[in-house]
């Protein structure tokens, strides 16, 4: 693996190696962000599908055996408001990170949705659990650190 990159080039069936190899400084390299998954297999033949976009992980699949047909439990995470197309955006996850929301699901059930506003400097300045409601949205609200139990972008 190749320090100059951030994403290692095997995972995402690149070849840099003559990049690297005339590369004069880390600048010479293009950085590309690409959406990308990995596989990890448990001792039990557990499959976990981990998807990212460049270092953010925007989803994670859980699978009793093999990673096919549906999984046990699915979640997602959005960024910065995004409310679609969280587990492989088409558009760049930037910085700075003002919101993150993760819905979970299990065998694709109805969503739980954890949510956390963050100020410039990365503190948490909010917090809002939904408990699961219907089938791709989230229910009713169990806690915010607000107080007030409403999201901030609706689904």
């Not at 010479?28 to 039990?44: Q, S």
């Not at 089938?135 to 409403?150: H, L």
């Amino acid at each position: 693996m190749s320090c100059l990159l951030a994403i290692p080039p095997l995972l995402l069936g690149l070849d840099y190696a003559s990049n690297i190899s005339t590369a004069a400084n880390a600048t010479d390299i293009p950085f590309v962000t690409v959406n990308f998954a990995v596989t990890k297999t448990d001792p039990d033949l557990n499959q976990t599908v981990y998807s990212f976009q460049g270092e953010y992980q925007t989803s994670a699949e859980y699978y009793q055996g093999s990673a096919t047909g549906t999984p046990l439990q699915a979640v997602v995470t959005c960024y910065n408001g995004s409310t679609s197309g969280c587990a492989a955006p088409s558009t760049e996850i930037t910085l700075p990170i003002t919101q993150i929301a993760k819905y979970t699901s299990y065998n694709a059930s109805s969503d739980d949705l954890v949510q956390k506003n963050y100020d410039t400097y990365g503190n948490v300045t909010s917090e809002i659990d939904m408990d699961y409601g219907n089938v791709g949205s989230a229910g009713e609200c169990v806690s915010a650190t607000s107080g007030v139990c409403k999201l901030t972008n609706d689904q």
